[in-house]
């Protein structure tokens, strides 16, 4: 049974940082692409972050240059370092397992098979 359950979230001042992590079990990690969505009230579910295998790591372009996706395969664990938060940060964030083969379409979250249930960020003074 695969699981991933999401940690670290919480209410920052604009400006600060917070570092999300995505406990995995059940999969091959290692074999999977590993993303971070994020939904805003209101608004539909869009692309953080995600790591592909060959070496493919991407960033949106709203968090490019402030957030970083890593893995730890020792762990089975993905993380997402928020820097220089923004209020329009404030979302719940997800993370998402997409099963090999890698299709490419790393932005899409209809290719990923697998979610946690989502952390809440919010960024307010």
């Known amino acids: 049974q695969v699981q991933l359950v999401e940690s670290g979230g919480g209410l920052v001042l604009p400006g600060g940082s917070l570092r999300l992590a995505c406990a995995t079990s059940g999969l091959n990690f290692s074999a999977y692409t590993m993303g971070w969505f994020r939904q805003a009230p209101g608004k539909e579910r869009e692309s953080v972050a995600a790591i592909a295998r060959y070496g493919i790591i991407v960033h949106t372009d709203p968090v490019k240059g402030r957030f970083t996706i890593s893995i730890d395969n020792a762990k089975n664990t993905l993380y997402l370092q928020m820097n220089s938060l923004k209020p329009e940060d404030t979302a719940v964030y997800y993370c998402?397992?997409?099963?090999?083969?890698?299709?490419?379409?790393?932005?899409?979250?209809?290719?990923?098979?697998?979610w946690g249930q989502g952390t809440q960020v919010t960024v307010s003074s």
């Open positions: 998402a397992a997409d099963p090999p083969p890698y299709g490419g379409r790393w932005w899409v979250s209809d290719e990923y098979a697998y």
